[in-house]
């Protein structure tokens, strides 16, 4: 369970880095107009957004998933 959320949280945190990318990036086309940018930034922008709350998700299930077994151990 513990290598599946490992997992879960490094494609996330992949999918986060390059919807930030997007972002910065804005639309790929080659002569945008200003109302394409801004579509694609706030497209981007959602989804960087919606990746970051996931990963805080998953990174607080981990920590608590490690205290669970550190408090097992003892």
């Not at 490992?6 to 919807?19: D, I, Q, R, T």
């Not at 910065?24 to 394409?36: A, D, K, M, V």
């Not at 801004?38 to 998953?58: D, I, K, S, T």
């Amino acid at each position: 369970m513990r290598t599946l959320l490992w997992c879960v949280a490094v494609l996330l945190l992949v999918l986060m880095l390059l919807s930030g990318a997007g972002f910065l990036q804005g639309s790929l086309e080659l002569f945008p107009t200003e109302e394409q940018q801004r579509q694609v930034r706030w497209g981007y922008g959602v989804a960087f957004v919606g990746f970051a709350v996931l990963e805080l998700l998953v990174a607080v299930w981990l920590w608590r998933e490690r205290r669970v077994r550190r408090a097992a151990r003892r």
